[in-house]
């Protein structure tokens, strides 16, 4: 391809990508509490794609991430999805469509696949335009990768393929054309396995059924008060230390009795 018609196809995804913003929408809205999910999100960075060590690339997403609130709050690591002369993408990721179940989403909150399989089925629900800081990327990723998550021009050859992020059919990870690897081009990062925030509910319950939870306090104190409303601040402070709890919502009480008042009182369980 001649190096006239490359910056041309190059400056049409700058100019596209340019024009994106989004705003960050973490968790996504769409999960219920306890539903696994994973982001994926492009490179604010932009690098060579001249090494062949896949842990190289792992290893720059990473720091991108955890150098984002946003994304270092999921509290997981990120790999490259990207391959290398010697791994694929979808090993690298640990993205097998016959993994089942676990969906992808953007930083913005929106579906990019249901699961695995659709992500490497050519086509996504949507583009993958929204980097680690929130806002839209003017160059597109060093990819490596073909539709099925296998390697094709990979990193660490001299030619390198690249995705298109303003794309749901298979160019956003195959798009034409591959480059030379002494380019400077983002890339696209992975985050691990997560979880919607908040407990799931008990499974053996139907939609909307009430419940309540019972546990057992992490920190110890002694039992001098005779406050019942010591021991309730007590637990309810325990409680917002553990973030799925703390999302619940929800008020907290001692399953304990003071000389004033019962346990049964307290907790408001009344069996009659």
């Not at 290893?59 to 994304?71: I, M, R, S, W």
């Not at 396995?193 to 509910?201: D, F, I, K, N, S």
């Not at 307290?266 to 009659?272: I, P, W």
């Amino acid at each position: 391809m001649k190096l006239r018609k490359l910056t041309s196809l190059l400056s049409a995804a700058l100019a596209v990508a340019a024009t994106t913003s989004a705003q960050i929408n973490l968790p996504p809205p769409d999960l219920n509490p306890g539903d696994p999910y994973r982001i994926i999100f492009i490179t604010d960075g932009n690098w060579e794609g001249t090494s062949a060590d896949i842990a190289f690339y792992n290893g720059l997403v990473d720091a991108e991430a955890q150098a984002a609130p946003a994304l270092a709050n999921l509290g997981t690591s990120f790999t490259a999805v990207a391959s290398t002369l010697t791994v694929d993408a979808v090993d690298n990721t640990q993205t097998s469509p016959s993994i089942p179940g676990i969906p992808v989403y953007g930083i913005d909150g929106v579906r990019v696949a249901d699961d695995y399989a659709q992500l490497w089925s050519g086509s996504v629900q949507s583009p993958i335009r929204v980097t680690s800081s929130g806002g839209g990327q003017p160059a597109v990723p060093f990819t490596g990768t073909g539709c099925d998550g296998t390697k094709l021009g990979p990193l660490g050859g001299a030619s390198v393929r690249l995705g298109n992020h303003g794309r749901t059919n298979c160019a956003w990870i195959d798009w034409t054309p591959s480059i030379s690897a002494t380019y400077t081009q983002s890339l696209y990062g992975i985050s691990g396995v997560v979880r919607a925030p908040g407990l799931a509910p008990p499974p053996d319950l139907n939609p909307g059924d009430p419940y309540r939870l019972v546990f057992v306090t992490d920190s110890v104190r002694d039992a001098t008060s005779t406050d019942i409303a010591d021991y309730n601040a007590f637990v309810t402070t325990d409680a917002n230390n553990v973030e799925d709890l703390r999302s619940m919502n929800t008020t907290w009480s001692a399953i304990a009795s003071s000389e004033a008042v019962s346990a049964l009182d307290n907790t408001g369980t009344h069996y009659s």
